[in-house]
């Protein structure tokens, strides 16, 4: 993590994953699939005329997002949280091709307050894991 | 039957403010009832001045270079060692009933157990614990959690939210809207963390741990071996204690801090004289640590309002004490008195004014580390009443509570059971104890290591934002009880120097099976 002024905190988290680069876009993509592969949000709605996506935290909090990106031939996700209690939030997800079957794919956080970068960014390490789960077993099959 | 075990604990309690170790503004009468009938220790430092690292310790018996947990907001991992879990097998009932914190608060995916179980609606759980034994966590049959003020995810939280919501809004609100601990001021003086809470005193925190405690008291067998962890929050920030209460002490009437010089220029001399982050959070250019306000200057604080917060943190001892008092004659009404022991200590210090600073962090002085422990062994073991003066460690508490039991100590503990008195300590070589900071947060980053003898405290500063490590304090504890005169680097106590730092060394290399430090995923 490293912060460069201010109160806004960037972390980047990252894993390689033994899959193809379409198959882990394929988990991705679509809005309202995070509770399948982010630990903790429960609840995804998403309206694509408004690009607003609403999730629900296992602690019961409801969050609005707006999704800015989802670019299939960079391959990348991008959304920021709009509830009042962030000043400041972008979130990034980059799947980038390494090798045949092999990808890597990084979860960036830049957000303000500072703390809520860290809390954000903490869980999107467990993201991470189990879109590398989902993605091989896929390859598996 | 064994050996029964109440273990008290407290929150960010100095030494001093126990009457049994000279305290003399918050009246604690049972806790000073226990000093007299039992063992009071008056060199006992934390593995951390911070709550989790600490908590982890007593728990584990291990230092946080060897459980892992070695900031506040890193998970005890949840395999770790308990003795909680030794006790459990061996028969016995165990509760954990008040603020546990091996997990963090700040958790917004629920993904920590400890942040779970309110929510499933009952306090004891069958599931299975990380190996398939059953239980709520590790080792516990029962947790009930509390902490400061009003956690919604935690029971007290629950408590208050669904039966008596009107006072959801009068705790101090610890975080502020930046999730940063909160320096709004309050009480009379503007103090910062100073509140009037209007809970009635029978809802506020400390009663109810008292009450839940001694429900679980009264659901077990006269004739069960159980181990209870009476785990209070307070005297920690925010000072806001029921304001039915307040009037107890006058804060007018309370005597400043003996090491709170009143004249700004003598504090900050003082200050000079120590590692470069000292005078820096002093002066409001730097904060160590997410623990302390973060927009809060310590030089702003006034002699009333240290005042005023001495006082509030005396009520809130007070309370405490009198809790505990109900819970003994819960334990006397069931006759188990002759078989308990009662062990009751706090994880780590707060500067309380020292130097002119208040909270915690990395300074390693008396305020921080000298912790009130007191061991009334049951008094069927027999045991003579004593004051052991060798410094002993919160690590030794894993290794007393099997020691009590009558079980074998672990091989994973990393100090032995606590001693009885001066002689069993001079025997088993009680004669220096370590304390570990390390923090990396938010691009400051701060690593210390501290060895405490009876005569002298060495700091070392290792490398870090503001310390390139080279840095260190050296206290002759005897001639300079308050830490006042930095003796690091001078040539009249090098051989000092040179043992202590032998020890720091032996404790950095010491063999232990190290758990990779856990990953930071919040602020606490």
């Not at chain 2, 029962?142 to 008596?164: D, N, V």
């Not at chain 2, 007018?252 to 200050?271: C, G, H, I, M, Q």
């Not at chain 2, 080279?470 to 830490?483: C, H, R, T």
């Amino acid at each position: 993590m490293n912060v460069q002024g201010g109160c806004v905190a960037s972390i980047r988290q990252q894993i390689r994953i033994a899959a193809d680069p379409d198959t882990v876009w394929d988990i991705i993509k679509v809005p309202e699939s995070q509770p399948d592969w982010f630990p903790g949000i429960i609840k995804a709605t998403y309206d694509p005329e408004t690009r607003i996506r609403v999730i629900t935290v296992s602690m019961g909090v409801d969050m609005p997002e707006e999704i800015l990106t989802v670019d299939p031939t960079l391959r990348r996700f991008a959304y920021k949280i709009t509830a009042p209690l962030y000043s400041f939030h972008y979130g990034i997800i980059d799947v980038i091709e390494i090798a045949p079957n092999d990808t890597l794919c990084i979860y960036s956080t830049t957000a303000e307050p500072e703390v809520l970068a860290l809390l954000i960014g903490a869980g999107t390490m467990g993201a991470l894991e189990k879109i590398k789960e989902i993605a091989e077993q896929k390859v598996k099959k | 039957m064994g050996r029964k075990i109440l273990f008290i604990t407290t929150d960010q309690q100095r030494y001093d403010t126990v009457g049994a170790n000279g305290g003399t503004i918050a009246r604690t009468p049972v806790v000073d009832k226990l000093a007299a009938e039992g063992i009071r220790y008056e060199r006992c430092q934390p593995s951390s001045v911070v709550c989790m690292p600490s908590r982890a310790s007593m728990l584990t018996g291990q230092f946080p270079t060897t459980h892992g947990a070695w900031m506040n907001g890193v998970a005890l991992r949840v395999d770790a060692p308990s003795f909680a879990e030794e006790l459990h097998d061996a028969g016995y009932a165990t509760a954990l009933i008040g603020k546990s914190h091996f997990e963090p608060f700040l958790d917004v995916f629920g993904r920590f157990a400890e942040n779970s179980f309110a929510q499933l609606g009952i306090p004891t759980i069958e599931q299975p614990w990380f190996d398939g034994r059953m239980g709520p966590h590790r080792g516990f049959d029962h947790m009930e959690f509390a902490t400061h003020g009003i956690a919604r995810t935690l029971h007290y939280g629950k408590f208050i939210t669904e039966e008596h919501p009107e006072y959801l809004t009068s705790f101090y609100p610890n975080l502020n809207m930046e999730l940063n601990v909160n320096d709004m001021g309050g009480g009379d003086t503007g103090a910062v963390q100073a509140w009037s809470n209007d809970i009635p005193r029978e809802l506020y925190h400390t009663d109810w741990i008292a009450d839940r405690t001694i429900n679980w008291l009264e659901q077990q067998n006269e004739d069960s071996d159980w181990f209870c962890w009476m785990s209070f929050p307070d005297p920690h920030h925010p000072w806001d204690p029921p304001k039915s209460e307040v009037g107890r002490i006058d804060w007018k009437d309370v005597p400043l801090p003996e090491n709170y010089p009143e004249s700004a220029s003598e504090r900050e001399t003082l200050l000079d004289q120590k590692a470069a982050h000292w005078r820096l959070w002093y002066d409001g250019k730097l904060v160590s640590n997410y623990e302390a306000p973060k927009h809060w200057v310590p030089s702003s604080l006034t002699a009333d309002q240290l005042r005023e917060i001495t006082a509030l943190n005396a009520v809130e001892i007070e309370l405490i004490d009198e809790a505990i008092g109900r819970v003994l004659k819960t334990i006397e009404a069931k006759g188990w008195t002759d078989d308990v022991d009662i062990v009751f200590t706090t994880d780590h210090g707060e500067l309380g004014g020292d130097f002119g600073l208040l909270f915690k962090g990395a300074y390693h002085v008396d305020g921080l580390m000298r912790l009130p422990l007191i061991w009334k062994p049951a008094p069927s073991s027999n045991t003579s009443p004593a004051v052991v003066s060798a410094p002993v460690s919160l690590v030794s508490l894993a290794a007393t509570f099997m020691q009590v039991a009558g079980l074998p100590t672990p091989e994973y503990v990393e100090a032995g059971p606590l001693p009885v008195d001066n002689d069993d300590a001079k025997q088993r070589n009680f004669d220096a104890t370590i304390t570990e900071w390390d923090s990396d947060l938010f691009g400051v980053s701060v690593h210390v290591r501290t060895a405490l003898t009876n005569e002298f405290m060495l700091t070392r500063y290792q490398k870090g934002t503001v310390h390139d490590g080279s840095e260190g304090e050296l206290y002759n504890m005897i001639d300079d009880p308050l830490q006042r005169v930095n003796l690091f680097n001078d040539p009249a106590y090098a051989a000092v120097q040179a043992e202590l730092d032998e020890r720091l060394r032996s404790h950095e290399e010491r063999p232990a099976d190290r758990a990779t430090p856990g990953i930071v995923v919040a602020p606490v």
